[in-house]
T-cell receptor, first 116, second 111 residues
Framework: DGGITQSPKYLFRKEGQNVTLSCEQNLNHDAMYWYRQDPGQGLRLIYYSQIVNDFQKGDIAEGYSVSREKKESFPLTVTSAQKNPTAFYLC???????????????FGEGSWLTVV | GQSLEQPSEVTAVEGAIVQINCTYQTSGFYGLSWYQQHDGGAPTFLSYNALDGLEETGRFSSFLSRSDSYGYLLLQELQMKDSASYFCAAPNSGGYQKVTFGTGTKLQVIP
């Protein structure tokens, strides 16, 4: 089945550590996204990528990094510079501009990151 | 910058109709989408309005007025399973693919 796979589902990070969240999609979508959601809050855009080897900062990019070396993969690294990383992280994709409803977004199941 | 404002909470009775509003400020408007998210789950797409007017999908309908920078999601024949958070979303001035989400409305359906 087509979809978006995030791993791990739950992750614990020690202070000062970098961690990487994996995101893979087999929907053949051009655009991919990372959102952060704090409990009871909305979704805030961290990074997005419209095409392979290109990505742009969202609204809260500080302390995060991404890469887009393959169309199907968009990993997110939470660096030690992110001072309050405990949150629910959602990876997503969309077909891209030019497709009907091309910015309709499809989400993975999310990853819970906790700092211990 | 981009902003999409929604009421934070709405409570409605099972079987009733509820409207969730979204007012937005953005340049380069491409349309308004709606998403549903149950607690602990991922958001799922509900509807999309590219043009003014009403779009109907089963019990859910969505309306857009570009001139008023306003849209709403209408849920009819409410069921307990409709208890969830609802988000409007739109691309912002950063480009078609830079999609940002509204503040979210938590809907509680009561018997």
């Amino acid at each position: 089945d087509g979809g978006i796979t995030q791993s791990p589902k739950y992750l614990f990070r020690k202070e000062g550590q970098n961690v990487t969240l994996s995101c893979e999609q087999n929907l053949n979508h051009d655009a991919m996204y990372w959102y952060r959601q704090d409990p009871g809050q909305g979704l805030r855009l961290i990074y997005y990528s419209q095409i392979v080897n290109d990505f742009q900062k969202g609204d809260i990019a500080e302390g995060y990094s991404v890469s887009r070396e393959k169309k199907e993969s968009f990993p997110l690294t939470v660096t030690s510079a992110q001072k309050n990383p405990t949150a629910f992280y959602l990876c997503a994709s969309s077909p891209g501009q030019g497709a009907i409803s091309g910015n309709t977004i499809y989400f993975g199941e999310g990853s819970w990151l906790t700092v211990v | 910058g981009q902003s999409l404002e929604q009421p934070s909470e709405v409570t409605a009775v099972e079987g009733a109709i509820v409207q969730i509003n979204c007012t937005y400020q953005t340049s380069g408007f491409y349309g308004l989408s709606w998403y549903q998210q149950h607690d602990g789950g991922a958001p799922t797409f509900l509807s999309y309005n590219a043009l003014d007017g009403l779009e109907e999908t089963g019990r859910f309908s969505s309306f857009l007025s570009r001139s008023d920078s306003y849209g709403y999601l209408l849920l009819q024949e409410l069921q307990m399973k409709d208890s969830a958070s609802y988000f409007c979303a739109a691309p912002n001035s950063g480009g078609y693919q830079k999609v940002t989400f509204g503040t979210g409305t938590k809907l509680q359906v009561i018997p």
